[in-house]
């Protein structure tokens, strides 16, 4: 085969190759990109209700309650707002009150949230790097909370099902 | 007094990486031979010694419990078990850190023993090595030393996370690191032969060994944690798309396509630049993850507890590294060569083809991976990028690739003399049909990805059987027989992944509830009892068992465990497991709650996992077959006696 020829077929195959993998992710990203909102932020400016969100802050201390029938509600706050929510999965193993969450739902149109996805950190001085933006921004961080010692292990998010 | 003497030993260590990088280029400057070069390799033995003696006192002060020192107290406690002490040496950043740079100098020794046979060659990628090695000895000498003084020490320590308390997590770092780090090889070779004007096919031909091992361990390393994620995590999945795993998935696709791309320019002098250009590029992604796992900026799974001036310094080194590496290559890629015309129905071009879908593969995750921080860097709201976008955007990229692969090895070199094996080619395309319906037939009402990756697996597990069928008898040389198994073994691996994958996609049956002691839940065609919960303590946790009865197939007990670590006052689950060939039955035990009408019920999750040891045995096949393909190919460059260098060309190993 002569050399442009070749050439051609190369840079051919290399095109296609890229532009479908761009259509894809174009695609993709779509439908899978979900964006944090505070619930300083929530108050502000509430999300379309059905809308894919993660909502992320404290756990307020004596907020949670655990259904007979399975599940759990409680609520999370950044100290300048607070979002109830609802879950009907299994909380992870590291889930606590005053800890730092982020779960992931959709707001009903009572301004409750239903998560479908709720993500603790395990590991006590860990901070989603989300909820301590949001704890900053509203003033109620602490200094030196969530970034203590610095060290820790390499550590797991407990991640219930559904979340795939 | 230990912890003095192992800080001293990084920083000697640290010198001698110093000293490795000059002397080794001046011994490259008098072609490899002479008092330099001699030095420079002398070094690499001393930055070996002192950081694996630093790394022994490490362990030494885990195995003693000396809290005094700030690293340990963070990874360790007195109740825990003696491995997971010892463990708990590479289970934090200061100490993983140490380990990483131990496995660097290693490698840098093993390039000044058995690396490219030209002397300047070697001697130049020593010192390269050595470049790699001062950037990471700095920053554990400087900004992670694991031998931090604490004071006053504390009396018990704030144990391991009671997660990574597990034996794959012991060796699971290790293996990542030993595939991480010895991508770093491929890119010290790749540029010295940049700055000696080594020949494309040249440099592939040295670089390759030490491509194909790191990237056989980083396969491990990544199975491992995969496996781990599995039985320990308590939720039954075992990739999730987490920053941190994408990080590791990053290298893995560019050094799979560079160990093949690497095949063609030895074999061939086809894409000389481009498998350089990969050589350079996988390291840098290595960089990368670490990046990414080190620094904090990303909310993931794994992260280590933050520290944002250490992303900083990562980010020097991955900015050092990648400068040196591109700007080399900008100025030297044009004395590669130009690679030899190929045909498209040739083996070249299907490894062309191959390398271009696993780099658009990395690209994608590269995109969504780093997206988050796009935003976050344009003060933009923050997303999250879900397992959604992977699945949609990188399955069907590698399944394209893994539908080209079976065929590969039945296609003929374009000047290697015999036509196509056409015969061969059609029989192997009639097993794609093939594969299909056996595919819809088993994988009937599951979701068309999981029934095209299920034909996909079976179409390349095929392939890989026809593969040894028709390559092993014509190898006549152990080397080529060994190289030929090995790839038919890890094409098959992947063909077995992709079922796997592929079952599990299937949306296997998955049941959250809670249970009074006496109550039962069905799942698969099997029917759990809890018989009641009982205490099961152990030497560093409090742990509550539940008793579970199966009936139906694989009837039998099973006793998953919810475990409290009072030391780190964390909670796990240990799952319980049945497997069968068919597949997996998978029991956790969650929280009590009490019911309404006051009873206490526990939460249990069952699921049923179809095929999935397909998974584990695909990557162990992988492994396998990776490292038959090295020893392969380490057995054919060894010199036969009596066989003229053009006999031993006539049969090349693959």
Known sequence: MRKAQRRLWIVGAAGLVLVAAGALAMTAMRDAMVFFYSPAMVAENPPEPGVRVRVGGLVVDGSVERPGSGGANFTVTDGAGEVRVVYAGSLPDLFREGQGIVAEGAFERDGVFTASTVLAKHDENYMPPEVAEALRASGHWQHGEGEAGGYGGEAGYDTPPGSR | ?654
Request: charged content about 15%; overall charge neutral; some cysteine.
């Open chain 2, 1 to 654: 007094m230990i912890a003095e003497i192992g800080r001293f030993l990084i920083a000697l260590a640290f010198i001698a990486c110093v000293a490795q990088t000059v002397l080794a280029w001046r011994g490259a400057d008098k072609g490899g031979r002479g008092p330099a070069a001699e030095a420079g390799r002398a070094a690499t033995e001393i930055a070996v010694l002192a950081a694996g003696a630093a790394f022994l006192l490490l362990i030494a002060s885990f195995i003693r419990s000396d809290f005094s020192i700030a690293y340990v107290a963070a990874n360790s406690h007195v109740d825990k078990p003696l491995p997971y002490k010892i463990a708990g040496a590479w289970g934090g950043h200061e100490g993983s850190m140490l380990l990483w740079c131990w496995i660097l100098a290693l490698f840098g020794l093993g390039l000044a023993r058995i690396g490219p046979r030209d002397a300047a060659l070697r001697s130049r990628s020593v010192s390269f090595q050595g470049l790699l090695q001062t950037l990471f000895f700095a920053f554990l000498a400087f900004a992670s030393n694991p031998f931090e003084r604490v004071f006053p020490a504390p009396i018990q320590g704030s144990d391991l996370n009671p997660l990574l308390q597990d034996p794959a997590l012991v060796i699971h770092p290790p293996m990542l690191y030993v595939g991480y780090v010895g991508l770093s090889t491929a890119f010290a070779i790749a540029a010295a032969g940049l700055v000696q004007r080594s020949g494309g096919r040249e440099l592939a031909g040295a670089l390759r060994p030490w491509a194909l091992a790191a990237w056989t361990s980083l396969t491990a390393g990544i199975s491992l944690g995969a496996w781990w994620a599995y039985y320990e995590l308590g939720w039954g999945g075992w990739w999730f798309w987490d920053p941190v795993e994408n990080a590791s998935f990053l290298p893995w696709l560019l050094g799979a396509a560079l160990v093949h791309s690497a095949i063609a320019t030895e074999k061939r002098g086809a894409f000389p630049g481009w498998t350089v250009f990969l050589a350079l590029l996988a390291y840098i992604m290595s960089i990368l993850g670490a990046f990414l796992v080190r620094s904090g900026v990303l909310t993931s799974v794994h992260a280590f507890a933050l520290d944002p001036e250490r992303g900083v310094l990562i980010l020097g080194m991955l900015g050092v590294s990648a400068v040196a590496g591109f700007l080399l290559f900008a100025l030297r890629a044009g004395s590669l060569g130009e690679g030899d015309g190929f045909e498209p129905t040739s083996r070249e071009a299907f490894i062309g083809a191959n390398n271009l879908l696993l780099a658009a593969s990395a690209g994608v995750v590269l995109t969504g991976t780093l997206l988050p921080l796009i935003y976050e860097a344009l003060d933009l709201p923050t997303p999250s990028v879900g397992a959604a976008y992977f699945n949609l955007s990188v399955n069907p990229l590698l399944l394209a690739a893994v539908v080209m692969m079976p065929l590969a090895p039945f296609l003929p070199w374009t000047n290697g003399g015999a036509r196509p094996g056409l015969a061969q080619m059609k029989a192997a395309a009639m097993l794609l049909p093939v594969a299909a319906v056996a595919g819809l037939f088993i994988w009937s009402g599951a979701p068309l990805l999981a029934v095209i990756g299920g034909a996909v697996g079976l179409w390349a597990i095929a392939g890989a059987v026809m593969d040894a069928a028709n390559a092993l008898p014509a190898a006549k040389a152990r080397g080529a027989r060994l190289s030929a198994s090995g790839r038919a073994l890890a094409h098959a691996g992947v063909g077995m992944i992709a079922l796997g994958a592929a079952a599990d996609a299937s949306r296997p049956p998955n049941i959250d509830t809670n249970l009074v002691p006496g109550e039962q839940l069905e799942i698969a065609g099997r029917v759990l009892t809890l018989e009641g919960i009982t205490r099961a303590d152990g030497p560093n946790y409090l742990a509550d068992q539940a008793q579970i009865t199966v009936s139906g197939e694989s009837s039998g007990t099973m006793q998953p465990e919810r475990r409290y670590y009072p030391a780190a006052d964390q909670t796990t689950r240990e799952v319980a497991l049945k497997s069968r060939i068919s597949g997996d039955l998978y029991v956790s035990v969650g929280e009590a709650r009490i019911r309404d009408d006051g009873r206490t019920a526990f939460e249990v999750r069952a699921q049923y996992h179809p095929l999935i040891w397909m998974l584990g045995w695909g990557a162990i096949f992988v492994v396998g077959g990776g490292a038959m393909a090295l020893a392969g190919r380490l057995r054919s460059q060894a010199p036969v006696r009596g066989a003229s260098p053009a006999a031993a060309r006539m049969e090349p190993a693959e």
